[in-house]
């Protein structure tokens, strides 16, 4: 708890939050002065595309961060026995399945996937639920709808291939077992913090690597000429691989990421599947956040094999279904 | 970063999204319908911060360095004020193969001998059918949008589609003939009569053969 100035002794003149504060206030007071100083149209529009990145996924990100403190606080462990076969590899098709179950976005899935493991479950079951749940939700599944009218074929391709490599995923994690390399940050509950204290931690934690994602991926969608995307168009091998590349660059929400793939109408259908199934399971943003979460050596590994998984069972499912 | 440290940072992020949704900022981001969602998110940061920001300045809990880039966001804001996007992303994404837009709710057409007010995904739709249900032939129509041109030094009213947040919008436009470009960016309403047969497949767009132009206001919602 606080405490008045004279209890504490000796306090320093120059602190860190007075020096931030002051360079905060210096930025606002003297906008009149930088504005004009960053008249660049390309610029500009990098810090419209970045802000409102972080806009739109900060409400997501806190929902995330607030769902998985109560998780970790207060769903009973019993419960969880009950709905998940304590043998993980029965516990990640179930997982996969939950998914259908959270309405949110990929930043509010990281932090809930963290809370799960926080609350006993098993790695590999976590990170299923982590692939499956921004994929498979409501709320993708009627965008995607909306997006292809005329196309329900493209929804039932993406609901089974986003699965398929959610489950695939995951088994792969229990097969791997401790050689995942997976860095579990200390628990926040053992400092004493309440709910409260531990849902901002885990949200600077988060919100700090959403940043980095939010800045790199609207630079590509600032830069990088779509035509060249676009060229790519004719072949179909290259197609895929294209569309696959770009999800993950792009990282847009996977509830809008349909009416983009809509609007690539040079390139075949399994190539826009791949597009729907890779960007909300991997994309530079999440590979920031779960690197930050769960520790670079892990994501070195679970960021390529994501990323592959996805392509192959994308490529499979489109080849059967569209 | 210091707990007191840590409290600012996240009250900062707070004050910048109930400042976006109070002054009407947001609509340069995100979809209108975000704006109760973006106050109640910055309320409820708020009040998460004001603990840690009263606490002593020795109290520490570990943060990634990343963390620091959360102040980023309000700092951009305020010294670079970043506009609606506009001609420039326009022109850079005009030449995507995109999808004709979907139809509207209700097909506008045309009757009497006023113009036909129609939004520029409405007219470039309307365009594309073959039955020309809305009536488009020989019909003086009104638009509305921004000015955008292209290499070949024509113009365009223009107008972005955003369907998630401003980093995914697409472009929506018409050539416009017969009358001098406005200002890049300048947004204008013009009447014209459609160039049949201009703008039937979704790869060209339509052409305007404008005999009015004015220059409005930019609209409160930059977006469509």
């Known amino acids: ?322 | 970063m210091t707990s007191p440290t840590q409290g600012l940072v996240v009250a900062a992020l707070a004050a910048l999204l109930v400042r976006i949704s109070l002054t009407g900022e947001y609509l340069r981001f995100v979809q209108p319908w975000m704006r109760w969602p973006l106050l109640a998110t910055g309320a409820l940061l708020a009040l998460m911060a004001l603990r840690p920001m009263l606490a002593r300045e020795d109290a520490r809990s570990r943060v990634p360095r990343s963390s620091w880039l959360i102040l980023l966001p309000l700092v951009i804001v305020f010294s670079v004020a970043p506009p609606p996007l506009g001609a420039y992303i326009a022109e850079r994404r005009a030449e995507q193969v995109t999808t004709p837009p979907p139809a509207p709710a209700r097909i506008p057409v045309a009757e009497g001998g006023r113009p036909l007010v129609l939004s520029l995904e409405e007219f470039t739709w309307g365009v594309a059918q073959s039955d020309d249900v809305m009536g488009l032939k020989d019909q003086v129509v009104r638009l509305e949008g921004f000015v955008s041109s292209d290499k070949a030094g024509d113009w365009y009213v223009t107008a972005l589609v955003l369907f998630c947040c401003a980093a995914d919008v697409a472009v929506v436009r018409v050539r416009a003939t017969g009358a001098e470009a406005p200002p890049r960016d300048q947004w204008v309403r013009v009447e014209g009569v459609w160039d049949a047969g201009s703008g039937t497949s979704a790869s060209v767009p339509p052409t305007l053969e404008v005999t009015r132009v004015a220059e409005i206001d930019a609209p409160r919602n930059p977006y469509s």
């Open chain 1, 1 to 322: 708890m606080s405490s008045g100035p004279a209890a504490a002794p000796r306090r320093p003149l120059v602190n860190q939050t007075s020096v931030v504060a002051l360079a905060l206030l210096g930025t606002i007071l003297g906008q009149r002065w930088i504005q004009p100083l960053t008249d660049n149209e390309s610029l500009r529009a990098w810090c419209t595309m970045f802000v409102a990145l972080v806009v739109q996924a900060t409400p997501f990100l806190l929902g995330g961060v607030l769902l998985s403190a109560v998780i970790s606080r207060f769903l009973s462990e019993r419960l969880l026995r009950r709905v998940l076969p304590r043998n993980p590899t029965l516990a990640v098709p179930v997982a996969g399945i939950a998914g259908f179950g959270l309405p949110g976005c990929e930043c509010a899935a990281v932090p809930v996937s963290e809370g799960l493991m926080r609350r006993g479950v098993a790695p590999a079951a976590a990170l299923t639920f982590l692939l499956a749940a921004p994929a498979v939700n409501p709320a993708v599944i009627v965008s995607t709808a909306v997006a292809f009218p005329n196309d329900h074929l493209m929804v039932v391709a993406r609901v089974v291939a986003s699965l398929t490599t959610a489950i695939a995923v995951g088994w792969w994690c229990v097969a791997r077992g401790d050689a995942l390399g997976m860095a579990r940050r200390p628990d926040a509950h053992r400092h004493g913090g309440g709910l409260v204290a531990v849902a901002l931690h885990d949200f600077l934690h988060a919100g700090g690597f959403l940043v980095v994602g939010a800045m790199a991926a609207a630079a590509v969608n600032t830069f990088v000429p779509r035509a060249w995307v676009d060229s790519l168009a004719g072949q179909a091998l290259l197609g895929v691989l294209a569309l696959a590349l770009f999800a993950f660059v792009a990282a847009l929400c996977s509830e809008s990421d349909a009416f983009v793939a809509a609007s690539l109408t040079a390139f075949s259908d399994t190539a826009k599947l791949t597009f729907l199934v890779v960007g909300p399971a991997m994309d530079i943003k999440l590979a920031a956040m779960e690197s930050g979460q769960f520790g670079y050596r892990f994501a070195r590994q679970f960021v390529p094999v994501v990323l592959v998984v996805a392509v192959a069972s994308a490529a499979l499912v489109g080849r059967v279904l569209l």
